[in-house]
C-alpha cells in the first residue's frame, strides 16, 4: 500500500471534508483517491487504457483518452484535497508533475448504481 502512504504524506486524508465543514470517513477518502491514482496511471501510460474504464463515466472516459501520453514516466500526484459535496458526488483537486512542469487537475466522482464513478477528470494548462 505504497500508494496510501503517499496519499498520507499529501495531506489528502486530514484534508478531506464535506461541503459542511465536517471530515469524511477516512475510507471514502481512500476510494475517492484511489479513482483519481488508476486514472493517472493510465494517462501516464502506466495502465492500459481499458482496464481504467470500469471506474469512468463515458465522458470521463472520452477526455481521459485524449489525455493519453504513453512512454511518458515520472508522473507524479501531489496536494490531493477532496470534498464531499453531496451524499453521492464528491470533488477533488490536486496536482500533476511531470518533469518540470506541473499541472492542476480535478475530478469529480460520483456514486452510480452502487459504486463510485469519475465522471469527470480534467488537467487544466
Not at 511531470?98 to 452510480?112: I, M, Q, S, W, Y
Amino acid at each position: 500500500m505504497t500508494w496510501l502512504r503517499e496519499l498520507q504524506g499529501y495531506g489528502g486524508l486530514e484534508r478531506a471534508r464535506d461541503a459542511w465543514g465536517g471530515q469524511v470517513c477516512p475510507g471514502a477518502v481512500l476510494e475517492h483517491l484511489r479513482l483519481v491514482r488508476v486514472v493517472v496511471e493510465a494517462v501516464d501510460g502506466r495502465r492500459p487504457l481499458g482496464q481504467v474504464r470500469a471506474v469512468l463515466t463515458g465522458s470521463a472516459a472520452r477526455e481521459v483518452g485524449r489525455l493519453l501520453s504513453p512512454g511518458t514516466s515520472g508522473t507524479a500526484v501531489g496536494g490531493l484535497r477532496m470534498c464531499r459535496v453531496s451524499e453521492r458526488a464528491a470533488e477533488i483537486a490536486g496536482t500533476l508533475r511531470r518533469g518540470a512542469r506541473v499541472r492542476a487537475l480535478a475530478a469529480r466522482a460520483e456514486l452510480v448504481e452502487g459504486r463510485w464513478l469519475l465522471s469527470r477528470f480534467h488537467l487544466l494548462p
